[in-house]
Each structure stands twice: as C-alpha cells, then as structure tokens.
C-alpha cells in the first residue's frame, strides 16, 4: 500500500493545476511574482519532531507551521488550521515551530512568552491568545504578556520568571529559525504538509482535499 506521503505527492500535480482557480490564499514575501511553488523537504520526520505538536498521535497528514506571532497573515491563517484539526481529530496532526523575523520588533518576546507558558502546558490557550488579540502589538509587551497570562491561568510567578531569563530555551527558538531557513523558507507562515514545502497560504478546500488523498 502506498504511504500517505507518496500518496500526497501523486495528487500534487492535480492540486498545483487547480491553484490558479483557487481563492482565498496569500502569496509570501515578493508578492508571488514567479507564481505559488511547492517542493519535497528531505528529513520532513526529523523537522516535525521539535515543536508544539497537536492533534492525532499517528496522524495521516502532518501539517508543520512556522510561525511568527506578528505576522498578519499567521493571524489569518490560523482559524483554518484549528478546523482542521477539530475535523480531522484521528488523522491529522500539526506542529508549530517560531520564527520571529528580525523586522518584527514583537515577534522574538512573543515568541518567548509562548514558551514559557508550554513550560505550565499552555501552549495552545497561549498561542491563541496572541493570535486573537491585535492590541498588544502596540505595546507596551510585558503589560499584554501578563494579562494573556492571567487570561489562560498561568502561574504568574513562575511566567514572569521564566520570561526575564530570557524563555524556557533561547537555543530552541533559534534552532527553529535555522531549520526554517534551511529549507530556504520565504515567509510565515512556512507550511510544510507530508513533506511538501508550500509557497503559499493553501485555502480550506485545498486542506481538505490532502486529508482525504492520505487517507490509509
């Protein structure tokens, strides 16, 4: 039986044929002047095992996010990966990883804020709360990061501790950030889905269609 990625990758050439009538995505970065792309990552298992993983723990499809928590376009996106995984709870799975661009002044402290609520298993209620708030990105950041805080019943103490030393693991924020530039990413959010790096934002119906092309 074929494996749900090589099962994916036939499909691929249908749905890059059905891209250009699709609605509803955003190109990265240029602006797409050379047009959506999409390729095979090599050692996709090995980049999907660091991260913030969620949904099914023998997932057909795996959906990997890099993400920057003030990028517009993440903010967007985001409902449509929670559908996902709410209709999809036994088959897909998605794991995010952070990368702050350098031209994000809130993105780095956002980012370490998420980790230092997964060190309390927040993550999810965490992440959310910055996504669903656009306020805090005008500052001031300490004052938003503690209310979110208070908002998903994080131990304050240990939060605000763990925030001033600088997050759970600096190293790790980095070390998302090299993996995603070295599959040579050109934005966030960066969707890699069964191994395939897509170079854009994928609208639901096209999601929806990968579940059902890795189905065992």
Not at 133 to 147: I, K, T, V
Not at 150 to 158: E, S
Request: charged letters at 25%; proline letters at 6%; aromatic letters at 10%.
């Amino acid at each position: 039986m074929a494996s749900a990625k090589s099962v994916f990758l036939d499909g691929l050439t249908v749905l890059t044929a059905l891209a250009a009538l699709m609605v509803g995505w955003s190109v990265l970065t240029d602006g797409g002047a050379n047009g959506p792309t999409a390729r095979e990552i090599e050692d996709f298992d090995e980049l999907a095992a660091t991260g913030y993983r969620l949904g099914a723990v023998d997932p057909e499809l795996t959906v990997l996010v890099w993400i920057d928590y003030e990028c517009p376009v993440c903010r967007s996106v985001d409902p449509q990966i929670d559908q996902l995984l709410e209709q999809n709870p036994d088959q897909v799975a998605v794991v995010y990883r952070s990368w702050p661009l350098d031209y994000h002044a809130a993105a780095y402290p956002a980012a370490v804020a998420v980790d230092c609520a997964a060190t309390q298993g927040l993550f999810k209620p965490y992440h959310d709360r910055l996504l669903e708030e656009d306020a805090w990105l005008s500052g001031p950041y300490d004052e938003w990061f503690s209310r979110f805080a208070d908002d998903v019943g994080l131990d304050a103490n240990r939060f605000e501790e763990c925030r001033r030393s600088g997050g759970v693991d600096n190293a790790r924020i980095q070390a998302d950030v090299r993996a995603a530039q070295a599959i040579e990413a050109r934005g966030t959010p960066a969707i890699v889905v069964n191994g395939v790096y897509l170079d854009r934002v994928p609208p639901d119906s096209e999601l929806s269609s990968w579940v059902r092309a890795a189905r065992r």
